[in-house]
């Protein structure tokens, strides 16, 4: 039942994010036409510099504008397909809250990593044909070399951590939104202005107990040494906010479960 209620999902809402995809793609492949016009044509070319410039800010802003979106619509679906009128179709589905809420979780986790992956290839997009010497085993040698030397870590534990923070975030980043929206499903009116309240609340929730676990670890007193000690402390910060990552998304996720399964307000 999880796979045919993702594959629902998906069909409702690849047609909100195909297209804006699509632009992003060609404002890419445009702006990567431009730059290579720049460096090849001969003089005069101010006309072409001033357009590929334009071009490039156009293409940073087009990837924050794709972030943005992209959780726009994860916010948007959830909404609409659980609080709203329409949610009144799924809650009458023969299947757990659970089911539905891991349906929507792990779509929205899809939709994340493929923006970061589409973003990722317009990088590659945009320096292709200027790294003609550069290797990835020069790429690796370097980074392992930069972590090792001057972070005094392990490299590969170093990028478990960094692949294992990522993937809870992309968890997490979904679940403070779901939450939000299901304390607001609370509110008999203003059901929106409620789930915005509660992201702040979420938010500020969430800096508070970062704050603290900053200071309990005395990583402040090392902030300003170029030592082992520092990436020590760094390293323990790494492994702790990875385990209260776990443990606030959990804990996101059975609230969010508990009211759409016992809190549940379609008025």
Known sequence: MLSKLMKQDYLSTRRLFFPSYLVFIIISVLNKILVEMSKNMA???????????????LYVISIIALFVVTYVFICMHFYKTMSSEQGYLTHTLPVKTRTIINAKLFNSIIWQALTVLLVFLSF???????????????????????????????ASTFTIEMIITCIISLFSSSMMFYCSIAIGHLFNKHKVGGAVI???????????????????SGFLRFINHDSADFFYV???????????SVVTTAVMYFITEYIFRKKLNME
């Open 124 to 154: 590659i997009l945009l320096l292709a044909g200027h790294m003609k010497d550069i290797t990835f085993q020069v790429i690796y040698a370097n980074y392992v070399e930069f972590i090792e030397e001057n972070m005094y870590m392990n």
């Open 43 to 57: 003089q005069p070319q101010n006309a072409i510099d001033f357009i590929s410039v334009i071009a490039m800010t």
């Open 198 to 216: 509660a992201y702040i609340g979420i938010y500020m929730v969430m800096q508070m107990l970062g704050t603290i676990l900053l200071f309990a």
């Open 234 to 244: 760094y390293n323990k910060i790494m492994i702790s906010s990875i385990a209260l």
